[in-house]
């Protein structure tokens, strides 16, 4: 009888042990299901404006927590080595770094120069130059940081050309030039970096923020890519509240433009979800795969918050337009980049 209650002590306290690990490993490793597919949406809990990146062989996410403004003081990070399997890296970057900001932290844009990895963000909503916020930067050694205030204050704090300074897009350009394109309130412009990232430099004409609004419907979450030899400008059109929230584009011969808008190619379907926009997108290296990923609300929800982070398929025809996206439920396939 002894033995017998020592085994059975022995094995609870290996189903305990196997517990805690299991629950560890649940906290710290992948989410999502282990699938053929990533399903959609991809990331657990309520997250909008997803900016996607690669770097080396991992995908990243870094998107903008969806809460009330107050409650959006840090981000948190997502990794996978094949856009199926994603691990979270939590408050990669906060307020308790940031002394100049307090809340409605929005809208990440993250790159890599010289192995160091740069955040651009946006803070506080401000409302007028009297207030302080607008866009700021943040530096860290990895990815998943923890990223530090680069500047102590915003790298852009004020109004240029009816410009909310919000939803930043930094980009590269094939001659190593900087950008970053940005703006709310129905304009945008763009902006020559400094390449330390400590402030903006002059255009080839002269001027700081040019304005590059592509379209009345143009409201907000600019994004640029090059494919071809040609600069592709998306945006987000409507309201991010509202279920006609979509996303639209133009194409022009230089990163200024100008740029005339082309059309829609990623809204709402009323048999999987509403108010898709704001998004990224992800070039495979190595292959003509393209990727999209947004946010969008599931059908049912009515809270302007309640907005999840999906990814699809993004195709072009043979002219180099970009074909309307199909939202799923199914996601897409794993793509593993080490295996190039």
Same mark, same amino acid.
Do not use: C
């Given at each position: 009888?002894?033995?017998?209650?020592?085994?059975?002590?022995?094995?609870? &306290?290996?189903?305990?042990?196997?517990?805690?690990?299991?629950?560890?490993?649940?906290?710290?490793?992948?989410?999502?299901?282990?699938?053929? *597919?990533?399903?959609?949406?991809?990331?657990?809990?309520?997250?909008?404006?997803?900016?996607?990146?690669?770097?080396?062989?991992?995908?990243?996410?870094?998107?903008?927590?969806?809460?009330?403004?107050?409650?959006?003081?840090?981000?948190?990070?997502?990794?996978?080595?094949?856009?199926?399997?994603?691990?979270?890296?939590?408050?990669? $970057? *906060?307020? #308790?770094?940031?002394?100049?900001?307090?809340?409605?932290?929005?809208?990440?844009?993250?790159?890599?120069? #010289?192995?160091?990895?740069?955040?651009?963000?946006?803070?506080? #909503?401000?409302?007028?130059?009297?207030?302080?916020? =607008?866009? =700021?930067?943040?530096?860290?050694?990895?990815?998943?940081?923890?990223?530090?205030?680069? $500047?102590?204050?915003?790298?852009?704090?004020?109004?240029?050309?009816?410009?909310?300074?919000? #939803?930043?897009?930094?980009?590269?350009?094939?001659?190593?030039?900087?950008?970053? /394109?940005?703006?709310?309130?129905?304009?945008?412009?763009?902006?020559?970096?400094?390449?330390?990232?400590?402030?903006?430099?002059?255009?080839?004409?002269?001027?700081?923020?040019?304005?590059?609004?592509?379209?009345?419907?143009?409201?907000?979450?600019?994004?640029?890519?090059?494919?071809?030899?040609?600069?592709?400008?998306?945006?987000?059109?409507? =309201?991010?509240?509202?279920?006609?929230?979509?996303?639209?584009?133009?194409?022009? !011969?230089?990163?200024? =433009?100008?740029?005339?808008?082309?059309?829609? /190619?990623?809204?709402?379907?009323?048999?999987?979800?509403?108010?898709?926009?704001?998004?990224?997108?992800?070039?495979?290296?190595?292959?003509?795969?393209?990727?999209? &990923?947004?946010?969008?609300?599931?059908?049912?929800?009515?809270?302007?918050?309640?907005?999840?982070?999906?990814?699809?398929?993004?195709?072009?025809?043979?002219?180099?337009? /970009?074909?309307?996206?199909?939202?799923?439920?199914?996601?897409?396939?794993?793509?593993?980049? !080490?295996?190039?």
């Amino acid at each position: 009888m002894a033995k017998m209650r020592a085994a059975v002590g022995a094995a609870l &306290v290996a189903v305990a042990v196997f517990a805690a690990v299991a629950a560890a490993a649940a906290s710290a490793g992948p989410v999502g299901p282990a699938a053929a *597919t990533s399903g959609n949406p991809i990331l657990p809990g309520w997250y909008a404006d997803p900016e996607a990146a690669v770097f080396g062989n991992t995908y990243w996410i870094f998107p903008t927590r969806s809460a009330p403004y107050a409650e959006q003081t840090g981000f948190d990070a997502f990794s996978s080595p094949d856009l199926v399997q994603w691990t979270r890296h939590r408050n990669v $970057l *906060t307020t #308790d770094a940031i002394a100049w900001a307090r809340e409605a932290l929005w809208a990440p844009s993250v790159v890599e120069r #010289d192995g160091r990895y740069y955040f651009f963000f946006s803070a506080n #909503d401000i409302k007028s130059d009297q207030e302080l916020g =607008g866009i =700021g930067v943040a530096v860290a050694d990895r990815p998943e940081g923890p990223y530090r205030d680069l $500047l102590g204050r915003p790298l852009i704090g004020t109004f240029h050309n009816g410009a909310q300074p919000i #939803d930043q897009f930094v980009f590269e350009d094939d001659d190593g030039a900087w950008y970053m /394109i940005y703006g709310g309130w129905k304009h945008a412009n763009i902006v020559r970096l400094k390449d330390d990232f400590t402030g903006v430099q002059p255009h080839e004409d002269g001027t700081l923020y040019k304005e590059i609004t592509p379209a009345p419907e143009y409201v907000e979450g600019s994004l640029m890519f090059k494919r071809g030899g040609r600069y592709y400008y998306m945006w987000s059109e409507g =309201g991010w509240g509202e279920p006609e929230y979509s996303v639209a584009y133009a194409i022009a !011969d230089k990163p200024t =433009g100008p740029f005339k808008r082309i059309g829609k /190619i990623l809204q709402q379907d009323p048999t999987i979800a509403t108010s898709a926009g704001h998004h990224s997108v992800i070039h495979a290296p190595g292959s003509d795969n393209w990727y999209i &990923v947004y946010h969008r609300r599931p059908l049912g929800e009515t809270s302007r918050h309640h907005r999840a982070t999906a990814i699809d398929r993004m195709y072009f025809d043979e002219k180099g337009l /970009i074909l309307p996206v199909r939202m799923t439920m199914e996601g897409v396939p794993a793509e593993r980049l !080490d295996a190039r």
